[in-house]
């Protein structure tokens, strides 16, 4: 039987993000700057038989569950504040026949105020947790739809680590459309999944 792999072509598994697949970079002189935001380019193999589409959910655990102390001069996030999971990129109903999607095809640069959720070439694209971060903020606040990149506190004490999954399901559709997020999509998944893999890098803006 051949086992259901995922592979990211930018970094070894489990090693530092490049700064092009982020959200955020570090600066010299305001602490972060906006990067390129590239996806990057993910693929898979080995699904097993019966797979109809798949799903691909980028979460981060480690973001903190307050922001009192975020990118605040003069503090630092402890290590030990509870984290919560933050989503990058909810996509779902990604027809069997697509082994993967290519570099900066979902997402290329930031895009103020989001950019559009619903059908791609290569599946239904949901929003990531940019929506809320930014909710209310006039010039960045609007729906963050498909991947937006790492942008971890720039004062937090612990690295940040991004967990690509990819998920074969044994349906063709979860049937979610409009704003859902990876919550919804997870609760879809967890019920029609043949098989998982994942693939995992680092990310930190702190000095």
Same mark, same amino acid.
Not at 47 to 72: L, R, W, Y
């Given at each position: 039987?051949?086992?259901?792999?995922?592979?990211?072509? %930018?970094?070894?598994? *489990? &090693?530092?993000?490049?700064?092009?697949? =982020?959200? !955020? /970079?570090?600066?010299?002189?305001?602490?972060?700057?906006?990067?390129?935001?590239?996806?990057?380019?993910?693929?898979?193999?080995?699904?097993?038989?019966?797979?109809?589409?798949?799903?691909?959910?980028?979460?981060?655990?480690?973001?903190?569950?307050?922001?009192?102390?975020?990118?605040?001069?003069?503090?630092?996030?402890?290590?030990?504040?509870?984290?919560?999971?933050?989503?990058?990129?909810?996509?779902?109903?990604?027809?069997?026949?697509?082994? %993967?999607?290519?570099? *900066? &095809?979902?997402?290329?640069?930031?895009? =103020?105020? !989001? /950019?559009?959720?619903?059908?791609?070439?290569?599946?239904?694209?949901?929003?990531?947790?940019?929506?809320?971060?930014?909710?209310?903020?006039?010039?960045?606040?609007?729906?963050?739809?498909?991947?937006?990149?790492?942008?971890?506190?720039?004062?937090?004490?612990?690295?940040?680590?991004?967990?690509?999954?990819?998920?074969?399901?044994?349906?063709?559709?979860?049937?979610?459309?409009?704003?859902?997020?990876?919550?919804?999509?997870?609760?879809?998944?967890?019920?029609?999944?043949? &098989?998982?893999?994942?693939?995992?890098?680092?990310?930190?803006?702190?000095?």
């Amino acid at each position: 039987m051949t086992e259901f792999t995922v592979t990211i072509d %930018g970094w070894a598994d *489990g &090693a530092p993000i490049p700064e092009k697949y =982020a959200f !955020g /970079k570090k600066s010299e002189t305001d602490h972060v700057a906006l990067s390129d935001n590239l996806n990057p380019a993910i693929s898979w193999s080995g699904a097993p038989e019966g797979t109809k589409s798949f799903a691909i959910i980028c979460h981060d655990p480690d973001v903190p569950s307050s922001g009192e102390d975020v990118n605040q001069e003069g503090k630092t996030v402890p290590a030990d504040l509870p984290r919560v999971d933050f989503y990058h990129w909810v996509v779902v109903d990604v027809p069997a026949g697509v082994s %993967g999607i290519g570099e *900066g &095809a979902a997402s290329s640069g930031v895009t =103020a105020k !989001g /950019k559009p959720t619903g059908a791609r070439d290569y599946g239904v694209a949901g929003i990531n947790d940019y929506t809320g971060w930014f909710a209310g903020d006039p010039d960045m606040g609007g729906d963050y739809g498909d991947y937006d990149g790492p942008c971890p506190p720039w004062n937090d004490s612990i690295v940040h680590h991004y967990h690509f999954t990819v998920y074969a399901l044994d349906v063709e559709s979860l049937g979610l459309s409009g704003n859902f997020g990876g919550g919804d999509a997870l609760a879809k998944i967890k019920q029609h999944t043949l &098989a998982e893999a994942g693939y995992m890098g680092t990310y930190s803006l702190s000095a």
